[in-house]
């Protein structure tokens, strides 16, 4: 379009020079129109033309890649709050729909445990429900909710079940992203094959090592790990060393320079 407009800017000049002078019987600047060697000085002439029209569409050309570049960057901020917020909805449905079964069923013959179960699930979807609506949470009380759904675990299972959950160092003062441990142990909580799960949290100033220990003759999945390496590059990108071996998972987390 510009090419055509200094074209035809040009074009415009030498026809009004014509006119003009024929008109009011000057003599021609011009000894002949048709020479090539017009278009050529017609160029020289423009340049300033061309840099004011070139000038003109590199601003709006800007503006137009700059644009792009915000729509981009808040589809890509909306998409990871979207995968954030699912996230933390990761509870697992079977798990939760296992409770209510369990309570249930054992209403008539056992309501002291049907009740126990029933106050466990309320205190894990209050915590989901409100406390995690905010981008950061205590670790002390990720580390309540842990106990709360290891214990209704135990509760719900029919066959035995034991866990041990250890816990080293402070961790009054220490934010996270909320549910973030769910994340490693889902999978193996809905595992009927999983008798018994040590769990090993150690806190050193800004730092967490999180370890877990269950049957090696348990398989996980294995697009799990990549599904929770990917969960932890949206939320602590350079900042998690992720290991997932035959009944171990480990991850340790630097957040000191997590924003």
């Not at 961790?171 to 973030?180: E, F, G, K, R, V």
Request: proline letters at 3%.
């Amino acid at each position: 379009m510009l090419i055509v407009i200094v074209v035809a800017l040009m074009g415009c000049t030498l026809f009004l020079e014509y006119a003009i002078r024929t008109i009011l019987s000057l003599p021609h600047r011009i000894t002949s129109y048709s020479n090539p060697i017009i278009l050529i000085d017609s160029l020289s002439s423009s340049a300033m033309t061309i840099i004011c029209l070139w000038s003109m569409s590199v601003i709006k050309l800007f503006r137009k890649w700059n644009k792009k570049n915000e729509d981009v960057m808040m589809l890509e901020q909306n998409f990871l709050e979207t995968e954030v917020n699912k996230l933390k909805g990761q509870i697992s449905p079977i798990f939760m729909s296992r409770a209510l079964r369990k309570a249930a069923l054992i209403t008539a013959s056992d309501p002291q445990k049907a009740s126990q179960i029933l106050m466990l699930l309320g205190h894990l979807l209050r915590y989901q429900l409100y406390d995690c609506n905010r981008n950061k949470v205590f670790l002390n009380s990720e580390i309540i909710f842990l106990k709360n759904l290891l214990q209704l675990k135990k509760i719900i299972e029919d066959s035995c079940f034991e866990y041990v959950l250890e816990v080293k160092g402070k961790t009054n003062n220490l934010l996270i992203s909320p549910l973030l441990f769910i994340v490693l142990i889902q999978s193996i909580l809905i595992a009927n094959e999983i008798k018994s799960l040590s769990i090993n949290l150690e806190i050193s100033e800004k730092k967490i090592r999180f370890i877990v220990n269950y049957e090696n003759t348990y398989r996980l999945p294995p697009e799990y790990k990549m599904e929770i390496a990917d969960k932890l590059n949206m939320l602590y990108p350079d900042l998690y060393i992720f290991t997932m071996e035959s009944g171990n998972i480990s991850l340790q987390l630097d957040l000191k320079e997590w924003k």
